[in-house]
């Protein structure tokens, strides 16, 4: 398993270079209590959260609808508001498909608050993968349940061709400034 670096942070860094790749995931979990399932995962509020019922390992699973390059997965807990349900050791692993998961990284955590950001970078290169899944294999005071209240993949951001060869960029030089008006 290779180590990844984790940081806990108040807020996740805007990169110019990276786009979050929620509109080529879709996202499953593996259980839920009635109306904290994977819509208040993914609703952008930190006030609403995802509350597993089931056995360990809890799991949430990403999807993509094609091979995609993972920079980073990015989870937010809050020890000081859900304590026991709070994740103490997560992994992750991917792959093409649920039957060949590798373990890339894991990590255990104390107390966290913020954003549980996990470098998927190995060696400056993205991770390239079809499914990724974040496990939760402990919570703290040895909770049953898990409280996760976000997550958010992000990949590389490819500059998008707009037409024929040209990249946004080569609409910017001084040629084409001289069409940019309409009158």
């Not at 942070?9 to 790749?21: K, V």
Request: overall charge negative; glycine content about 4%.
């Amino acid at each position: 398993m290779e180590a990844s670096s984790v940081v806990v942070a108040s807020s996740i860094e805007e990169d110019p270079f990276e786009r979050e790749l929620d509109s080529e995931a879709v996202f499953t979990i593996s259980s839920a209590k009635p109306g904290n399932g994977v819509e208040q995962l993914r609703d952008n509020n930190l006030d609403t959260y995802w509350q597993s019922d089931g056995s360990f390992p809890h799991k949430i699973n990403v999807q993509f609808l094609r091979k995609v390059e993972v920079t980073k997965v990015c989870l937010f807990l809050n020890y000081g508001v859900d304590e026991s349900y709070t994740p103490k050791k997560l992994a992750i692993s991917a792959g093409s498909c649920p039957h060949d998961l590798i373990d890339v990284t894991s990590t255990e955590l104390q107390e966290p608050s913020g954003w549980v950001i996990f470098d998927m970078s190995q060696d400056e290169q993205p991770f390239r993968c079809h499914y990724l899944q974040v496990k939760i294999l402990s919570m703290h005071q040895n909770g049953k349940d898990t409280h996760i209240r976000q997550i958010k993949v992000y990949g590389r951001r490819l500059s998008q061709r707009v037409m024929a060869d040209l990249n946004h960029e080569d609409f910017k030089t001084v040629e084409m400034a001289q069409f940019c008006v309409l009158r």
